[in-house]
């Protein structure tokens, strides 16, 4: 089962909330799954799902809240994804054409609306709801382990645009652009996410994001401090590489015994112990000497392998 399964099988098993609420999801619903028939000159209605969750809150939604005859037929899709869908059914029957000019989708005309009615989002929780019935509809959420993306998909740029005017009232920055003909509003933020499945009730979600982000920062941070040190400890190889070569010279064209006491001590360190830090060697002194200390010694045999190369 896909994260966006577990996800919907969650969020349809949730309760319906207040009246204005149901009508409100429902609207969300039928206007993104929904599709009007015209039976013996009767407004009729199909709704489609690919969730069997959401299938059964489409169909109590409609009994419940408008006590309409409904049924719901299984098809099972052909070519390579074999999965079943569903098709709820409302035949022709009192109220429908009602339900449809309530929800905001025709209006007395007849006509199609393609924006959302204004006095249905009016509320907060009738927006959460909206939502709710948006993802529902054509929402899907990637699993968090892989990455972070949110998408719905629309047909219309006014319903879109609309959408993201209703997320902005959360403070979640919808993006939107054209794909397919349609429009792809999607996220890739996990805080905007993690908003989102709080708003439509997936607690579960909530979780999971939760835990994949603290994982990979941590993960991210060990990472960091490994690569920190592998550059330091490439750092270290390279100046003590620089060292015995120095050192080497200085030896080999005059001796290190002409060499002052401080630096014979340290030249000899460095070639016993070719892969420490400063801070190391600097330790191995008797008595101990600092970082810059044991640097500044270095630097003067640099000086010294230096003027021999130029002579």
Partial sequence: MSFTDEVKNEVARQDFGAECCRVVELAALVKNNGSLRIDNQQLALNLKSKNAAVARRIYRLLQEQFD????????????????????????????????????????????????????????????????????????????????????????????AIQLQKLCMKFKIDLKRRQKNGGYLLYLKKADDIIKVMNLIGSDWAVLQFENARVYKEVRNRVNRIVNCETANLNKTVVAAQRHL???????????????????????????????????????????TLSKSGVNHRLRRIKKIADKLKGK
């Fill in 245 to 287: 070569e120095d050192i080497e010279l200085i030896d080999s064209l005059q001796g290190l015994d002409k060499l002052p006491t401080s630096l014979q001590e340290i030249a000899e360190l460095r070639r016993k112990n070719p892969y420490s830090s400063l801070k190391e060697l600097g330790e191995l002194l008797e008595p």
């Fill in 68 to 159: 309409f005859f409904t049924h719901i037929i299984v098809r099972k899709k052909m070519y390579l994804d074999k999965k079943n869908y569903y098709i709820i059914r409302v035949p022709p029957q009192p109220g429908v054409r009602e339900v449809l000019i309530e929800c905001g989708l025709i209006t007395d005309e007849y006509q199609l609306n393609h924006q959302i009615k204004e006095e249905l989002i009016a509320n907060k929780c009738c927006t959460r709801s909206y939502l709710r019935g948006v993802f529902l509809a054509v929402g899907s959420v990637s699993n968090p382990d892989s990455e972070y993306h949110l998408e719905v998909t629309v047909s219309s740029e006014k319903y």
